[in-house]
């Protein structure tokens, strides 16, 4: 089984609806991140989660929010969709006592379409 | 400007071709510099990291860190057509809180 997983794979939604994405990982990790993959534009911190209680804005959190429900769960919603919050987006874990590279594991992404 | 430059590709080499792929960078704390693979349709995945400057080999890869210059390499030798992915620098400091800064990524085909 997948350590770090992502539901749902492939979401097609119109404008102005409320969308989550939600990330789980069986792999004991405190921090976890959402990223967005755009064409030529590599990947872009969302927000960010070192543990339950801890919740940071990346380079590009407006019109996303998350929660953290658990160690193991970190959902990411967008509030009202919007045609240019199409993209790739990926969840990934680091564990906080791991080597200084934060080495980050990646789960499978979730492509996203707003028409 | 971005902390994080990559050359942007793509890039298309016969198998067997010596690959070099490179990143610049301009924030002087960053210690850590990593190299992540991404198949099509498939999460990134941590190739190899260097810790300071200096080389690291691992098989066909070496990665490469002049920090005077602020420029890392990845240099894939006998490159096979399994090798055909996207590749990601990243970098981070050791007080950077846990986050890493990525490049846009650099795409190659390795054609047989």
């Known amino acids: 089984d997948a350590d770090v997983t992502q539901t749902p794979r492939n979401r097609i939604t119109k404008t102005g609806k409320r969308i989550m994405l939600e990330c789980s990982q069986t792999k004991g990790h405190d921090r976890m991140y959402w990223y967005r993959q755009d064409p030529g534009l590599g990947l872009r911190l969302i927000y960010y989660s070192f543990d339950v209680k801890d919740i940071n804005k990346g380079e590009i959190s407006d019109g996303y929010s998350v929660s953290r429900q658990a160690q193991a769960k970190f959902s990411l919603s967008l509030e009202s969709a919007i045609p240019n919050q199409t993209a790739l987006y990926f969840c990934a874990t680091s564990d906080l006592q791991g080597s200084g590279s934060n080495e980050q594991f990646f789960g499978p992404g979730t492509r996203l379409t707003v028409l | 400007q971005k902390e994080v430059e990559q050359d942007p590709g793509p890039l298309s080499v016969p198998e067997g071709a010596i690959v070099s792929l490179n990143c610049t960078y301009s924030?002087?704390?960053?210690?850590?510099f990593m190299w992540y693979r991404q198949y099509s349709r498939k999460g990134p995945e941590l190739l190899m990291y260097t810790y300071s400057s200096g080389n690291k080999e691992d098989g066909r890869f070496t990665a490469q860190v002049d920090k005077s210059s602020k420029y890392i390499s990845l240099f894939i030798r006998d490159s096979q057509p399994s090798d055909s992915a996207t590749y990601l620098c990243a970098m981070n400091s050791n007080t950077n809180a846990g986050k890493s800064t990525f490049g846009d990524g650099t795409t190659l085909t390795v054609k047989p």
């Open positions: 924030n002087s704390a960053f210690q850590y």
